[in-house]
C-alpha cells in the first residue's frame, strides 16, 4: 500500500522529548477524524458506489478510513464491497459499542460499519438514537482518520442528521433535472442547518467532462445567488457500463476494472478529495478557494425562488479537457 499521507499524518504533534515531561499517566487527545457524509437529493445518483470507491483510493493513498453505512434498514455498502459482516451500527446504537467494535476490514484495509438491511425500525429511529451513531463518528479519531458517511436518498429525519452534524458534505448528482433539482433541495436545507459545513458536489454518470462542469455550473450559480453558499467541485465520474458490471460482482471498480473510464474518473475524485482532507487535517479554512460565504444563508428567504433550470444558467469557460486523466 502507498504510504502517500504519511508525511501528513504520521508525524505531527509533540516531539518524545516534549512528551517525557508530560505525565506518564496522561494521555495525548484523540484527534478528531474527518467526517464526510456523501448524501443526495434522488435515489440511485451513485452514493454508495461513489463511497465504496473513495475508501478503496483514500485507504490505498495511506488514510486509516472507515465507511459507514448510514443507510439505515437499507443499506448495501456491504455488498460493494464485497463483504459479510456479522456485526452492524445498530450495536452501536443500542449497546453503546464503538464504530472499531462493530467494524471489519475489508479490501485494501478499508474499515466497514455496515447498516442494516430490511429492519423497518431502523429506517425510523428517534432522533436520540441516531444521535448515538453521529457521536461515535465524531469519536472515531483512535480508529480513523476519515469517517465516510454514505447516507440513503433525501432529507429525511435519520439523513439530515448526519447531513447537518458534520463539516464536509458532498453531494452526488446526475446530470438530470430531476436529479440536480432535488440535490439543490438538500444543499438548500444543509444551507441553512448547517451553516459552517463546506458542500461538495459530484457529478456521477456524465456523459462528458463538460457535462458535468455544466451540471454544477448551474446547481452552483443557484446556490451562490439563493443561498449565498459557494460549493465546491470534486469532479464528475462518466457514465460506464462496467460500473454495473462491478457492482454485480461486488468488487469495488477501481478494484476490478481500473483501466475503465470510470475508474480514471473516481481516482480524479479520490484525488480532490484526498487535497480537501489534507487541507482540513492542515486547518485551513476553505477549499478551492471557496469556504462557505459570510453572508450564509441571509436573506435566502426574501429572494426569489430559486429554478435551476432557467436558461440563463452560467456556463464555465473552459476548454475541453481529457474525459478523466
Ligand atoms: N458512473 C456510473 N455509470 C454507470 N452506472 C452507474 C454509475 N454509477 C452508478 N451506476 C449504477 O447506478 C446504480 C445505483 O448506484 P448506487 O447504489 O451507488 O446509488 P445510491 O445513490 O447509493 O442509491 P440509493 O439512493 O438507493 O442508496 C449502481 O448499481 C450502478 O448500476
Ligand atoms: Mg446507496
Redesign the pocket.
Known amino acids: 500500500m502507498q504510504d502517500l499521507a504519511a508525511p501528513l499524518f504520521g508525524v505531527p504533534g509533540p516531539s518524545r522529548g516534549l512528551t517525557l515531561l508530560r505525565s506518564e499517566t496522561e494521555e495525548a487527545p484523540t484527534r478528531r477524524p474527518v467526517v464526510i457524509c456523501v448524501g ?1 437529493g434522488k ?8 463511497t465504496s470507491n473513495l475508501a478503496v483510493h483514500l485507504s490505498a493513498s495511506g488514510l486509516r478510513v472507515l465507511a459507514v453505512d448510514a ?1 439505515l434498514g ?1 443499506a ?1 455498502l456491504h455488498l460493494l464491497l464485497g463483504m459479510q459482516p456479522q456485526r452492524t451500527v445498530m450495536e452501536v446504537i443500542e449497546t453503546g459499542a464503538t464504530l472499531d467494535e462493530v467494524a471489519e476490514t475489508g479490501p485494501v484495509g478499508v474499515r466497514l460499519a455496515a447498516g442494516g438491511s430490511g429492519r423497518p425500525d431502523m429506517a425510523d429511529l428517534h432522533p436520540g438514537r441516531i444521535g448515538r451513531l453521529v457521536a461515535a463518528m465524531d469519536a472515531a479519531g483512535d480508529s480513523a482518520e476519515v469517517v465516510l458517511v ?1 447516507t ?2 433525501g432529507i429525511g429525519r435519520a439523513t439530515t442528521s448526519f447531513l447537518y452534524a458534520f463539516g464536509e458534505i458532498v453531494i ?1 448528482t446526475t446530470p438530470d433535472l430531476t436529479a440536480m433539482t432535488d440535490g439543490y433541495a438538500v444543499i438548500k436545507n444543509v444551507a441553512h442547518n448547517n451553516r459552517t459545513a463546506r458542500i461538495f458536489v459530484v457529478v ?2 456524465a456523459a462528458s467532462a463538460l457535462e458535468g462542469l455544466e451540471t454544477f455550473a448551474r446547481i452552483e450559480r443557484v446556490s451562490r445567488r439563493f443561498l449565498g453558499r459557494p460549493l465546491s467541485y470534486l469532479g464528475h ?5 462496467r ?2 458490471a462491478s ?1 454485480a460482482s461486488r468488487i469495488p471498480i477501481l478494484l476490478n476494472q481500473p483501466a475503465a473510464t ?1 475508474s480514471a474518473c473516481l481516482r480524479g475524485v479520490g484525488r480532490s478529495l484526498f487535497l480537501e482532507i489534507e487541507r482540513r487535517r492542515a486547518g485551513a479554512a476553505t477549499g478551492f478557494g471557496a469556504g462557505p460565504a459570510a453572508d450564509v444563508g441571509a436573506g435566502a428567504e426574501t429572494r426569489p425562488a430559486a429554478d435551476i433550470s432557467s436558461p440563463d444558467a452560467r456556463h464555465p469557460r473552459h476548454q475541453r479537457g481529457p474525459e478523466c486523466a
Open positions: 443526495s435515489g440511485g445518483t451513485g452514493k454508495s458506489v461513489l443507510d437499507l448495501n454514505d440513503g436518498a452526488v456521477n454518470r465520474v462518466l457514465n460506464d457500463s460500473v454495473t457492482v470510470a
